[in-house]
């Protein structure tokens, strides 16, 4: 049976994931500190929890000793926070990742997953696609890049197995504690509020549900592949308004808009190309956007402290 580690496994990606491990019949070893991540989404769950943190060398050589992969979530994951404090994105981004890659070299681990963004590509026309050269805009999009840098650079001077994955926009349960816009507008849907918008509302994403995410690093953990770079994503752009007409339909409810400022450092029109993925990974998205907002909205439906969310 393989052994797995998740950094940042109490998260939203990680929730979903550790949940999709344990039913592929592996192992699961969850490495968190909850500065986000939520204790009560790893309730009942069989799974061994390291409480610390991924930038204590000792912690992270013994939350990887004895596994057979690890996949690297735990980051400082939002772009408005990274302009607000760049020095702490990069600490945790750069560092944070450069000590696991180095407990992980140590300690032979065969397998390494790393959850990036599009946000290093930052200035480049869309699709993203793996060719393009990365051009970040915001702090976040630069320690993404490092920590990119280092995964491959681990991989060629050292051999490990490191495998990047850039993740688009994700969707799905077990987000009510993120940032995400997705998640943002249906608290807001059950609460009664007004959906903020950024500007004008015409930027695009490439809204992906966190399930079809997760079976692409479930792919990637049991693949051959190292070295390399894949953006996961689902190839489709949805603007912010069209977002906010799809949730009126999925959630049946009245919805009002406000629109903001534009936020620093916010990418225009954003989605990516994921033929390297169905070539070579073998995976393909099968949610469609209407299914997993569903799933999503039943998900926030089903919690009763959403108010505190
Ligand atoms: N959610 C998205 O849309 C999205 C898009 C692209 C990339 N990503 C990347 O995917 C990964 C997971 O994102 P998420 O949405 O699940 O975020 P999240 O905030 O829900 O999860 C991050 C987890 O890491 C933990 N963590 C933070 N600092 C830590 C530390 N120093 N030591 C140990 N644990 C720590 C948090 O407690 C949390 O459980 C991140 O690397 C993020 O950059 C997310």
Not at 124 to 148: F, N, V, W
Request: glycine fraction near 10%; charged fraction near 20%; include cysteine.
């Amino acid at each position: 049976m393989k052994k797995i580690c998740i950094t940042g496994g109490g998260g939203f990606v990680g929730a979903n994931l550790v949940r999709l491990l344990l039913q592929e019949g592996y192992t699961v070893r969850v490495l968190d500190n909850f500065t986000t991540g939520q204790r009560c989404y790893l309730d009942g769950l069989n799974i061994e929890l390291i409480e610390g943190d991924i930038m204590d060398e000792v912690v992270s050589a013994t939350a990887v000793a004895g596994m057979d992969g690890v996949v690297h979530l735990a980051a400082q994951t939002s772009v408005p926070d990274s302009v607000e404090n760049p020095f702490y994105d990069c600490q945790l981004n750069v560092l944070g990742t450069l000590n696991l890659l180095e407990a992980c070299r140590q300690a032979n681990i065969p397998r390494f997953v790393f959850a990036s963004s599009n946000a290093p590509l930052g200035r480049q026309l869309p699709p993203a696609h793996e060719e393009q050269a990365p051009l970040p805009i915001s702090p976040y999009g630069a320690s993404k890049l490092a920590g990119e840098g280092y995964c491959l650079a681990y991989h060629g001077t050292w051999g490990l197995g490191t495998i990047v994955l850039r993740f688009a926009n994700l969707y799905g349960p077990f987000s009510g504690h993120t940032k995400g816009v997705v998640a943002q507008f249906l608290k807001n849907v059950a609460t009664g509020r007004p959906l903020e918008v950024h500007g004008d509302g015409q930027q695009t994403r490439d809204f992906i549900y966190v399930v079809d995410l997760c079976r692409a690093i479930l792919l990637a953990l049991e693949s051959e592949l190292c070295g390399e770079l894949f953006q996961i994503a689902t190839g489709t752009e949805t603007s912010i308004l069209e977002l906010t007409e799809q949730l009126a339909e999925v959630t049946q409810q009245a919805i009002t808009r406000t629109h903001g400022k534009r936020r620093l450092g916010d990418i225009g029109q954003n989605y990516s190309a994921v033929s390297k993925a169905a070539e070579r990974l073998h995976w393909q998205p099968t949610t469609s956007l209407k299914a997993g907002l569903n799933e999503t909205w039943a998900w926030f439906q089903s919690k009763e402290d959403i108010r505190r969310m």
